[in-house]
């Protein structure tokens, strides 16, 4: 195996497409999660102003849903509230952005016209989101801290990692959540942080045991790599090492990119297991001088990454309240 604390094997560039400085974090909040939209645009999710907000092309940030202030309320745009919004997905057939809405226990859905409803999740007035597990329809269902959130290319089937239950749970077209009957063995009691799904249906993602496993669609587990210690390694299958891996991005060719947090990293997992580091050198970016930041690309707790539809790498860099665009744009 490879030890990632060498640097990392891919020559990139980087640019600072948002925030940057302490006054554009005030503007911009922390990142968490992001995706693209069929725009282009960039949407994530703000876990300090408790929202979701847009990169419009001039380069400024509009607040898509969410008021600033925590709290749990459906309407339009800035009228409705998050708590600690965390993952994102797009489900494009109906134009639409999901949101792991986290510390309110819920699934919310931004439909085109702004209004922000919940798809699942306790909503009775006496329950006000307390966590829970419960399969039921809508928002008779109950889920604890849900992290993440994905929809099946195929089927429109939401998919949520359930984080604080241990579960991925599905959310049908018709509302109905049940909980997938998974081959637990490989598990571990692990809880999943990110996923995605592959276009035959298999999820794949990031859990809390310093893990990348895939999921078959009848529900066989397989841990595709990560030795479940927090350490950092490149290598293949458990010879590689994950340290608080987050925010994952499923890529055209099968391989996943991984925010690998608590390393400071983006790591590449292949289809066959074989873990690289793409960016990031194992230490935060306060560990070098401003000189030496110049010289190579530097993180500090990344939670999200996704691609840029001119191929670039985007990375929520949380800690530092900016997003990255790493690499070089395609020819148009």
Known sequence: YIKASTPPLFNLSVEVILGGNYFAMLNIGMPKALSVLPSGMV???????HGVR???PNGKVRAVAGCAVPGFFDGFGTDAQFCNPNGIALDTDRGEILIADE???RIRRIRPSGEVVTVAGVG????????GYEDGVGTYARFCRPSGVAVHPSTGVIYVADTGNKKIRRIYTDGVVDTWNINATLLYDASPCSIAITRQG???GSWDDHRIRRISESGEVTNLAGSGLPLNYDGLGAFASFNTPMGVHLNEDGSLLVADSSNHKIRIVHPDGYTQTLAGTGLPTSEYSPEERRKTITLDHPTGVTKSM????????SKRCQVLALGSRAPQ
Do not use: C, K, S
């Open 43 to 49: 949407v994530y999710t703000d876990v300090r102003w």
């Open 54 to 56: 847009i990169l419009l």
């Open 103 to 105: 510390d309110n226990n």
């Open 124 to 131: 009775h007035e006496m329950d006000f989101g307390q966590p």
């Open 202 to 204: 298999d999820v794949i």
């Open 310 to 317: 001119d191929g670039r790498v985007l990375v929520a860099d």
